[in-house]
Nanobody, 125 residues
Framework: QVQLVESGGGLVQAGGSLRLSCAAS????????MGWFRQAPGKDREFVAG????????YHADSVKGRFTISRDNAKNTVYLQMNSLKPEDTAVYYC??????????????????WGQGTQVTVSS
């Protein structure tokens, strides 16, 4: 069992920045690939970014590539999502998730075993 708690969401103007954090507890953090997903009102959950257990391999969705950066600090059991140049279309509830597939990064939510409760990000124009 892994428990995940997101924080850092809020209201920001277009062009601004936020950093989301996901604190993990339970099973060893280094055994899991970590991902960030988001879900906007009326839309399906969307993959945003993922990071392998080692932290040396990352993948970012085309919609956020060059603006968002995922990272992790295994010593602190924490994964981060740095969000820059935010746009109104980034408005969503953001979720962190953990996958037991330590050797690859999946963009499918069905491959993730544990989920946080989400944190709201609202970008105003």
């Amino acid at each position: 069992q892994v428990q995940l708690v997101e924080s850092g969401g809020g209201l920001v103007q277009a062009g601004g920045s936020l950093r989301l954090s996901c604190a993990a507890s339970g099973r060893t953090f280094t055994s899991y690939t970590m991902g960030w997903f988001r879900q906007a009102p009326g839309k399906d959950r969307e993959f945003v970014a993922g990071i392998r257990w080692s932290g040396g391999m990352t993948y970012h969705a085309d919609s956020v590539k060059g603006r968002f950066t995922i990272s992790r600090d295994n010593a602190k059991n924490t994964v981060y999502l740095q969000m820059n140049s935010l746009k109104p279309e980034d408005t969503a509830v953001y979720y962190c998730a953990a996958s037991a597939k330590r050797w690859e990064i999946s963009g499918y939510d069905s491959d993730y075993d544990y989920w946080g409760q989400g944190t709201q990000v609202t970008v105003s124009s």
